[in-house]
């Protein structure tokens, strides 16, 4: 069965860290994109960070630049987001996601995420 | 950024019924890059259409994706007891890499 398992939430105070764990299984982890996209209730789903299949290219949100670092071990079909200076915006159900993209018939290039993890939760307060 | 807004807010049905949902965007999106999820309390979204009209594997025909431009629709041909969820619309874009719609909920009437 392909899936994703986040871990690695709870309560950290503001101005705190926090590292995410994502685990793959039933798929070559290696060869897809991932990304980390958070849920609130308030702001709803927003995309997070995006890594490359070998890592080599990461994306990130203006919200979370300069804090937040995702990185991957392909070799032990894990993915991460390491989130520092954590804020209070910052709680939020986080979920890794798989990334889809390529050519259709009609050579037009798409992309979405097709296999979802759980979520793990973050909370930051004092 | 493109900002993608979807109606109504909530949408009361009946089990048999049809339901259409509106996702616009504030400026045009390439068909290819839009995608619709449905998300269920205490789950994760699942997708449902990619594409704006390909339906993802397992989904069943009664879901359907059409639109172009600004203007995409998700339709449910005859609603069943287990659709009624969260429908979310998400677009690719250059920065931020996704954006999404805030939802419509759809609830039994």
């Known amino acids: 069965e392909v899936q994703l398992v986040e871990s690695g939430g709870g309560l950290v105070q503001p101005g705190g860290s926090l590292r995410l764990s994502c685990a793959a299984s039933?798929?070559?982890?290696?060869?897809?994109?991932i990304n980390w996209v958070r849920q609130t209730p308030g702001k709803g789903l927003e995309w997070v960070s995006y890594?490359?299949?070998?890592?080599?290219?990461?994306y990130y949100a203006d919200s979370v630049k300069g804090r937040f670092t995702i990185s991957r071990d392909n070799a032990k079909n894990s993915l991460y987001l390491q989130m520092n200076s954590l804020r209070a915006e910052d709680t939020a159900v986080y979920y890794c996601?798989?990334?889809?993209?390529?050519?259709?018939?009609?050579?037009?290039?798409?992309?979405?995420?097709?296999?979802w993890g759980k979520g793990t939760t973050v909370t930051v307060s004092s | 950024e493109i900002v993608l807004t979807q109606s109504p807010g909530t949408l009361s049905l009946s089990p048999g019924e049809r339901a259409t949902l509106s996702c616009r965007a504030s400026q045009s999106v390439s068909s290819s890059y839009l995608a619709w999820y449905q998300q269920k309390p205490g789950q994760a979204p699942r997708l449902l259409i990619y594409g704006a009209s390909s339906r993802a594997t397992g989904i069943p025909d009664r879901f359907s994706g059409s639109g172009s431009g600004t203007d995409f629709t998700l339709t449910i041909s005859r609603l069943e007891p287990e659709d009624f969820a969260v429908y979310f619309c998400q677009q690719y874009g250059s920065s931020p890499r996704y954006s999404f719609g805030q939802g419509t909920k759809l609830e039994i009437k």
């Open positions: 890594i490359s299949s070998s890592g080599g290219t990461r």
């Open positions: 996601a798989r990334e889809r993209n390529g050519y259709n018939q009609d050579y037009s290039y798409y992309y979405y995420m097709d296999v």
């Open positions: 039933g798929f070559t982890f290696s060869s897809y994109e």
